[in-house]
């Protein structure tokens, strides 16, 4: 096991939201932090910047999860610049509203690529190193439509399901190795994917969950962060949502 300062981390999809609390969770104990994002570079460079806060090292990358060619790249620049992540949060993903009957077949691929190809390219590329180190963590943000279903999201219900399932099937492949994979379902965060709720909407959301309010993604990055430590070695294979008391 490495110390703090030594541990390399990946977020993907870490320009905004959660992925970007994710990592200012991590670079506040001087873990060396590594934010992926595709298109949003001064988003990136702006949680770069209160990331560098902290005093540790940090850096910047683009790629397209949905090409194995474009990750292998991006390995390659990480092994070069010392960043070889020992753990990887997959946070990337897209969400899509609406009903199952008007999804398209461009829509279904594209939901599924990025919310499952780009998870599963990046734990295969990624793992290896922590194979031969007998230590890692992998971390799959899903959601708790993947545990639920919902509704009018039956596309993004379906893929998160998917990654739920990757996580506790690979959990049990890497377990001899000593490389914990889990996931992360949170309930409704604070974030851009319930940006579209009207007053209402969000009133009544909140009525529905126990604790009253929606979840933050500081919370969500704290759970994120526990699961990564060293002292969580016997947590593997599963599927925790911090969800307020909501939808359980």
Same mark, same amino acid.
């Given at each position: 096991?490495?110390?703090?300062?030594?541990?390399?981390?990946?977020?993907?999809?870490?320009?905004?939201?959660?992925?970007?609390?994710?990592?200012?969770?991590?670079?506040?104990?001087?873990?060396?932090?590594?934010?992926?994002?595709?298109?949003?570079?001064?988003?990136?460079n702006?949680?770069?910047?209160?990331?560098?806060?902290?005093?540790?090292?940090?850096?910047?990358?683009?790629?397209?999860?949905?090409?194995?060619?474009?990750?292998?790249?991006?390995?390659?620049?990480?092994?070069?610049?010392?960043?070889?992540? =020992?753990?990887?949060v997959?946070? *990337?993903?897209?969400?899509?509203?609406? $009903?199952?009957?008007?999804? @398209?077949?461009e %829509?279904?691929?594209?939901?599924?690529?990025?919310?499952?190809?780009?998870?599963?390219?990046?734990?295969?590329?990624?793992?290896?190193?922590?194979?031969?180190?007998?230590?890692?963590?992998?971390?799959?943000?899903?959601?708790?439509?993947?545990?639920?279903?919902?509704?009018?999201?039956?596309?993004y219900?379906?893929?998160?399901?998917?990654v739920?399932?990757?996580?506790?099937?690979?959990?049990?492949e890497?377990?001899?190795?000593g490389?914990?994979?889990?996931?992360?379902?949170?309930?409704?965060?604070?974030?851009?994917?319930?940006?579209?709720? =009207?007053?209402?909407?969000?009133? *009544?959301?909140q009525?529905?969950?126990? $604790?009253?309010?929606?979840? @933050?993604?500081? %919370?969500?990055?704290?759970?994120?962060?526990?699961?990564?430590?060293?002292?969580?070695?016997?947590?593997?294979?599963?599927?925790?949502?911090?969800?307020?008391?909501?939808?359980?």
């Open positions: 096991m490495k110390a703090l300062a030594e541990t390399s981390v990946l977020i993907t999809g870490a320009s905004r939201g959660i992925g970007a609390a994710i990592a200012e969770r991590f670079a506040s104990v001087g873990m060396k932090v590594v934010i992926h994002y595709l298109q949003s570079h001064e988003s990136a702006e949680v770069a910047r209160r990331c560098l806060a902290y005093g540790g090292e940090v850096m910047t990358i683009s790629a397209d999860l949905r090409s194995g060619e474009q990750i292998d790249r991006m390995k390659t620049k990480l092994d070069e610049l010392g960043f070889t992540p =020992d753990v990887v997959n946070n *990337a993903g897209v969400a899509y509203y609406g $009903l199952v009957s008007d999804v @398209t077949e %829509e279904w691929d594209e939901c599924m690529s990025i919310n499952l190809k780009g998870m599963f390219l990046c734990a295969q590329r990624f793992m290896p190193h922590m194979i031969s180190q007998k230590y890692g963590r992998i971390i799959n943000v899903s959601s708790i439509w993947g545990i639920t279903g919902a509704s009018c999201e039956v596309m219900s379906t893929a998160k399901g998917g739920n399932a990757f996580t506790k099937a690979l959990a049990k890497l377990a001899p190795s490389v914990t994979v889990n996931a992360v379902a949170p309930g409704a965060v604070e974030t851009d994917m319930v940006k579209h709720l =009207d007053k209402e909407e969000r009133v *009544a959301l009525d529905d969950i126990p $604790l009253g309010r929606l979840g @933050t993604p500081e %919370e969500v990055a704290s759970l994120v962060y526990f699961l990564a430590l060293p002292e969580s070695s016997y947590i593997t294979g599963q599927v925790i949502s911090p969800n307020g008391g909501w939808q359980t």
